[in-house]
């Protein structure tokens, strides 16, 4: 009955491989988010989707990838990986009403260790 | 750019205490504000929020206030308990068709028995 999943919750691979974290809500929400928080807990927005079209594209390399192939999944790809990608990545998803945005329910998150 | 911050960013109390962690925000447009916990190896977790048509909102044991006067948000929990021990964060959304949360830098609280 988890209401954001994401797999896998640790990833370890080298500088310079390709990877891919994704991420499913059963929550019906409309909106999905990916975040970079990094070793200071500091907590970023990197992207955002609502009904499968991108909204949020913050200031991150291109070797960043999402991918929206349903409103209830988003996925994120990393291309050319770099030790400074090092981090723990968190899905989250909310549905925006008439009222404006709601609270962003988060998945439990994705520690990447690039070596 | 605007941002949000913390004032404090460890807090330690005896457990039964109540505490209370503070924010400032910078963005005068934002108009509405959320408290999130993290626990050790968790994604954050959801605990109170307020619209920026309101200065207070009462939960179970938290209270949130909001002074857009002075730009601050605090969120006060009462009788802490050693299961309060996490990092929180405020964030605040700048409304409109603004999707996008801002985080502040997180407080560390620790309950102490």
């Known amino acids: 009955d988890t209401a954001v999943s994401q797999t896998p919750k640790y990833l370890v691979t080298q500088m310079g491989n390709d990877k891919s974290i994704k991420c499913e809500q059963n929550?019906?929400?409309?909106?999905m988010y990916w975040y970079k928080q990094d070793s200071k807990k500091f907590l970023k927005i990197m992207f955002s989707?609502?009904?499968?079209?991108?909204?949020i594209n913050e200031t991150v390399p291109n070797r960043f990838s999402p991918k929206s192939p349903d409103k209830a999944h988003l996925n994120l790809h990393i291309n050319s990986l770099e030790l400074g990608d090092s981090a723990v990545y968190f899905c989250?998803?909310?549905?925006?009403?008439?009222?404006?945005?709601?609270?962003?329910?988060f998945g439990p998150g994705t520690r990447l260790t690039v070596l | 750019g605007e941002s949000v911050g913390l004032h404090l960013p460890t807090l330690s109390v005896q457990e039964g205490d109540n505490s209370i962690i503070n924010c400032a925000y910078s963005?005068?447009?934002?108009?509405?504000f959320i408290w999130y916990k993290q626990e050790s190896g968790k994604g954050p977790q959801f605990i109170i929020d307020?619209?920026?048509?309101?200065d207070k909102r009462q939960g179970q044991r938290v209270t949130v206030l909001l002074n857009k006067t002075v730009k601050h948000l605090s969120l006060q929990i009462a009788a802490t308990q050693p299961g309060d021990s996490a990092v929180y964060f405020c964030?605040?959304?700048?409304?409109?068709?603004?999707?996008?949360?801002?985080f502040g830098k997180g407080t560390l609280l620790t309950v102490n028995p």
């Open positions: 964030a605040e959304n700048s409304g409109g068709s603004n999707y996008k949360l801002t």
């Open positions: 989250a998803s909310s549905q925006v009403t008439s009222g404006g945005l709601s609270e962003q329910f």
């Open positions: 963005n005068s447009a934002s108009d509405y």
């Open positions: 307020i619209r920026s048509n309101m």
């Open positions: 989707y609502n009904n499968k079209e991108l909204i």
């Open positions: 929550l019906g929400h409309d909106t």
